[in-house]
């Protein structure tokens, strides 16, 4: 029969229908056991995640506002789901206790982690299974760091105690027993870690599309399905922004050699798309186009740079004082190019190229700002060639400016830099030259 770990995303459990559609694809499959819930999603366009509703009960707080509405309006949706599916579970009582914790200063984390712990509550009491919080489960280091194989042993230990189980995404414990969230999307990471725990025959993620898209279904609107993808292009894409599935989420399912599949809710029949290890995706060059917009590229030049010794170290020990993440590095002799996000260096930038004039006197310095990156991603790019040469032509002729190129070491992968208001369009045509 196997045994399967089911994620349910938010748009999975907006409401009592999503909540009623769920329950169907569990009930349809008995091997359906461990069950990873997030918090109630969006129910309609410019509705509000319950997550981004907690997080704005901190702001207030902390600016001093009131937040009772904010919190009784979350308190509501969980009500109204609660009746709505006939589900007697007493949450009164929760909410007194999360609410004399945001009144205690309860953290920005624990806040946010809530939407996750009512959610998994509810739909524990709506299937009739364990509720197991991962609370001391998922386990964190003081630094934040997750801890895999603790996380495993403790996932594991607790689970054989389970013949089926809900449990709660997005969150764990630091060692001082204070809750810490993955960063945003992160129920995908929990769900992998539970397949890894109970060693699952497959771990299937269930969203609001039918699987992974060659483009971002909100820029290229025609985008094919993939069916099968590889581990490691799966993870180049979700780095680089197709959200379907958090990046981080991948690991511990390929540590297991466990399938991930992300399939539809709302068209459960669809089969979706399965990620595993090695795919041959036979003649297609490319398997899928992904990228994000808002990063900063700080260009340095100095006359004789490849043959001072300790450049780059010194250069990118600047960044680390300034707790600045580099996400490229793209080097030529003379010169070399620090790709930030944009929302790592805000404040700092001026700081930062100071300190790199003082201690590295370049000839010059230059930043770009409003950049975006694209990936363009697949096992099949380093075989073939003038796969650079199309993808850089189809470009050219549609007027796009490349600012920035890194072919990264995989060979799966070539990563361009355009400015923001090219990117969708810069999508668009990537996706016609190898896909139309
Ligand atoms: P969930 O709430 O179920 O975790 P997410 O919103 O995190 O769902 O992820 C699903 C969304 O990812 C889709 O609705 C889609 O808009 C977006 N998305 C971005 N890139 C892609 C892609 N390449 N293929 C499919 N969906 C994508
Ligand atoms: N609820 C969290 C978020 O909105 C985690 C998740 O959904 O995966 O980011
Ligand atoms: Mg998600």
Same mark, same amino acid.
């Given at each position: ?10 748009? +999975?459990? /907006? ?45 207030? !707080?902390? %600016? ?9 309006? !979350? ?20 909410? $007194?206790? !999360? ?8 953290? &920005?984390?624990?806040?946010? &982690? ?13 299937? *009739? ?12 280091? /003081? ?19 389970? $013949? ?20 945003? *999307?992160?129920?995908? #990471? ?13 771990? $299937?993620?269930?969203?609001?599309? +039918? ?10 609107? %025609?985008?094919?399905? #993939? &069916? ?60 899928? #186009? ?7 590229? !700080? ?7 490849? &043959? ?23 080097? *030529? ?27 590295? /006197? ?38 796009? %400016? ?8 995989? $060979? ?25």
């Amino acid at each position: 029969m196997g045994l399967k770990v089911a994620k349910f995303g938010g748009s +999975s459990l /907006a409401d009592g229908i999503q909540l009623t559609k769920t329950k169907n694809i569990i009930t349809a499959d008995p091997a359906r056991k461990y069950i990873v819930v997030s918090a109630p999603g969006k129910r309609y366009d410019g509705d509000v995640k319950v997550t981004d509703l907690l997080y704005l009960c901190k702001a207030h !707080i902390e %600016n001093n506002l009131p937040y009772e509405q904010v919190f009784q309006v !979350i308190c509501d949706r969980y009500m109204a789901m609660a009746i709505n599916l006939g589900v007697t579970v007493d949450l009164f009582p929760e909410f $007194e206790k !999360i609410r004399q914790n945001l009144q205690n200063g309860a953290s &920005s984390d624990y806040i946010a &982690s809530r939407g996750e712990y009512l959610n998994a509550r509810v739909i524990a009491a709506f299937l *009739g299974y364990d509720f197991v919080d991962t609370e001391g489960l998922i386990r964190f280091d /003081a630094k934040g760091r997750l801890l895999t194989e603790e996380t495993n042993e403790a996932l594991a230990e607790e689970l054989k105690k389970h $013949e089926s189980a809900v449990l709660p995404g997005f969150y764990g414990t630091t060692p001082d027993g204070k809750i810490k969230t993955f960063s945003r *999307g992160g129920s995908d #990471i929990t769900g992998a870690l539970v397949a890894r725990a109970v060693n699952a025959d497959v771990y $299937e993620n269930w969203t609001d599309v +039918s699987g992974f898209l060659m483009a971002d279904p909100r820029i290229v609107s %025609n985008a094919k399905p #993939i &069916s099968r993808i590889s581990y490691k292009e799966l993870r180049e894409l979700s780095y680089m922004g197709a959200s379907v599935l958090h990046e981080d989420a991948i690991y511990p399912a390929r540590l297991a050699n466990i399938p991930i599949n992300i399939r539809n809710t709302n068209l459960p029949e669809d089969t979706g798309t399965m990620i595993t290890d090695g795919v041959d995706h036979g003649d297609q060059v490319i398997t899928g #186009i992904a990228g994000t917009k808002d990063f900063d590229v !700080i260009a340095i030049y100095k006359n004789m740079m490849a &043959s001072e010794k300790g450049f780059i170290r010194k250069l990118l020990t600047i960044l680390e004082d300034y707790d600045v993440g580099v996400e490229h590095i793209p080097s *030529g002799i003379d010169n070399i190019s620090l790709v930030v996000s944009k929302k790592d260096i805000e404040g700092k930038i001026d700081d930062i190229v100071d300190e790199i004039r003082r201690k590295l /006197a370049p000839d010059t310095i230059e930043v770009f700002e409003e950049m975006a990156l694209i990936a363009t991603v697949g096992h099949g790019m380093s075989a073939r060639q003038g796969t650079s040469a199309k993808l850089f032509t189809s470009l050219a002729e549609a007027g796009v %400016n490349i600012r920035m190129i890194d072919q990264g070491a995989s $060979e799966i992968n070539i990563i361009i830099g355009v400015i923001n208001s090219d990117f969708e369009k810069a999508i668009r045509v990537i996706y016609n030259a190898f896909v139309e």
